[in-house]
């Protein structure tokens, strides 16, 4: 009898367990961004990212004259992107407010153009939260405002 | 009380009161050894590669008669290259001041970017410059806002360069412990203030300032979060806050008077790229009241391939060291408190190199033959400062004389560690 239960106790079928592993995206985050851009990249980097198309070889020309005849660089990239931000035509979406998600999604897609990753749930919240408490913050401002960041200037 | 005891106390009281700063009601604190001359030096680089014999020794008549004394008459075969530019009806500029008419670049390679570096760091290059890179000593700028006292921001200090390429370089050096931190405002006026320039930021979207303040907000955060490692960009000066939004609306108000910088001074035609320079100098003079500002001309580097445009271009270039002279009397804040220092960077070659213009002259170069290494320096300043129509015709001063005399006129020539210049204050100047 007590040879029976033991019998019934120790014998099992082993299961077959397969192990598997979530896609995970592998980018480049904010720390590991060393490489400064050049002229001629910042110049036309900031010009694709807002009108969505190849600068033109004559403006791009101009820009980088403009851009070596002045010292103070930070100044000079300021005033560059302020002046494409003053084009009547470009690729900045509006904000749609409908909901917390939608705000997500536009702060989520800014950082993935301009920064090239995802924002860190901090980034996520912190702009998201500008967003839906002041109704004066634009698409516009967080465009001028991460394109003259420092983090902007490297990848 | 005996009388080696007194004496004792009196010196060691006398030191005592030498050596304690003194806090001036204005705020400035300085020793008694750093008295400044003047509050204020423009360095005018009347470069380009200047002969002596054209400039000081009038071989063809006086071709600067706003700053040299005297009549001679152009030479009659290439007086038809010549523009008539308005004639100087007061002082010359060496009655205003004190000329050295034999002053040296006696070391290394007459290039513009090298003599460029010597006159504005101090130091002779060797053979190995490297022209793509910022000079390897410390420039004017860096050594003034290091160690004057108090220190002074970057809108203080100013290189107007009349052309690009390694002239970008100047604003600072790569010496340790000097660099961008230090350095001055760099601008070359003729491709900033250009048409290419105003299609380029011409058409700034301004924000007020309650969006300026939210920008901030902004970019403090990505800021922050990006600080662990980087900071802006590497090899750049950087103004203020405060002082980026002066010079930005200065820079639009100078888009918006872009007509002006067509002929501002009335020439017609005549007007050339060296006047545009200074022109756009005594803009920032009338602007910012700089303490230092270094400003350069080089149409007279025409003369590698045509003599008579040469000495044409160095007539102009003496009417605008005139201009800018008289700018800077007419601005409040500059006026009667500012020294004027110009000198070329080098000379020319004596033997001609062969070209021949339409006056049948020969052009020259400069390629390192003794006669390249001979220029002269004006010094310019108040009555009571600088001693007034005087001539020094042997030779004296070098070119990396101009610094440590730049650093002697503002106060801090004393704070400059030791070994970093080995050239003279030109004391000759001043009284």
């Keep these: 009898m007590c040879l029976s239960v033991v019998l019934l106790l120790s014998c099992h079928k082993e299961k077959n367990v397969t192990y598997e592993l979530n896609d995970v995206n592998i980018e480049k985050d904010a720390a590991n961004k060393d490489h400064l851009k050049s002229t001629l990249e910042f110049i036309s980097i900031a010009y694709s990212d807002i009108f969505g198309t190849v600068i033109p070889t004559g403006s791009l020309l101009n820009l980088t004259e403009t851009y070596k005849s002045f010292g103070d660089k930070i100044l000079i990239e300021e005033m560059i992107i302020k002046n494409f931000l003053n084009e009547p035509v470009n690729l900045i979406p509006e904000i749609d407010k409908t909901s917390s998600l939608t705000i997500d999604i536009f702060v989520t897609d800014t950082y993935k153009k301009l920064f090239n990753r995802n924002p860190d749930e901090y980034e996520l919240w912190f702009i998201a939260d500008m967003i839906q408490r002041d109704s004066t913050v634009t698409a516009e401002l967080i465009y001028f405002s991460l394109m003259t960041s420092n983090e902007y200037r490297y990848y | 009380m005996k009388r080696r005891k007194f004496l004792k106390g009196a010196g060691l009281a006398a030191a005592a009161t030498i050596g304690v700063p003194y806090l001036l009601p204005t705020g400035r604190l300085f020793a008694l050894t750093g008295s400044r001359k003047a509050n204020h030096v423009v360095f005018c680089l009347f470069a380009g590669g200047v002969r002596n014999l054209e400039s000081i020794h009038k071989q063809d008549g006086n071709l600067m008669p706003y700053t040299l004394k005297g009549s001679e008459s152009i030479s009659s075969d290439i007086i038809g290259g010549i ?20 002053v040296r670049m006696k070391y290394g390679p007459t290039g513009h970017y090298g003599s460029h570096a010597t006159a504005m ?12 890179t910022n000079p390897q000593y410390p420039t004017i700028f860096e050594l003034y806002r290091k160690h004057n006292s108090p220190s002074m921001s970057a809108k203080n200090t100013w290189w107007i360069s009349n052309s690009l390429g390694p002239y970008a370089h100047l604003n600072f050096s790569s010496a340790p412990g000097y660099g961008p931190q230090y350095g001055a405002n760099f601008i070359q006026p003729s491709s900033f203030v250009s048409e290419g320039g105003y299609d380029s930021l011409g058409n700034s979207r301004l924000y007020s300032s309650e969006e300026e303040e939210k920008i901030k907000a902004i970019r403090g955060f990505c800021d922050a979060h990006f600080a662990s490692q980087n900071i802006g960009i590497a090899n750049s000066i950087a103004n203020t806050e405060e002082e ?41 003079i009338q602007e910012f009241n700089p303490e230092l500002l270094v400003v350069n001309m080089s149409g007279v580097d025409i003369a590698h391939n045509n003599f008579t445009q040469y000495v044409n271009n160095l007539h102009k270039a003496d009417y605008a060291l005139a201009h800018l002279w008289n700018t800077i009397q007419n601005t409040p804040g500059m006026a009667n ?41 004006l010094i310019l300043g108040p009555n009571g400062v600088v001693v007034q129509d005087q001539v020094f015709s042997e030779e004296k001063g070098e070119s990396i004389d101009i610094v440590p005399t730049i650093a002697n006129v503002l106060g801090f020539n004393n704070d400059i560690p030791g070994g970093l210049l080995s050239g003279n204050v030109l004391t000759d100047s001043f009284y």
């Design chain 2, 83 to 102: 523009d008539a530019l308005p004639v100087n009806t007061g002082l010359t500029l060496q009655e205003q001041g004190t000329l050295y008419k034999e």
């Design chain 2, 121 to 132: 760091t101090g130091v002779y290059t060797g053979q190995n410059l490297d022209i793509n």
């Design chain 2, 244 to 284: 980026k939004k002066e010079i930005e609306s200065f820079i639009n108000q100078c888009f918006l008077d872009s007509g002006q910088f067509a002929d501002p001074w009335s020439l017609g035609g005549l007007y050339n790229n060296d006047m545009r320079t200074v022109q756009f100098a005594e803009r920032v």
């Design chain 2, 337 to 377: 408190d500012t020294i004027l220092i110009a000198m070329p960077e080098h000379g020319r070659n004596l033997e001609p190199n062969g070209i021949h213009d339409e006056y049948g002259r020969e052009a020259l170069d400069h390629t390192n033959d003794d006669m390249s290494r001979e220029i002269f320096a």
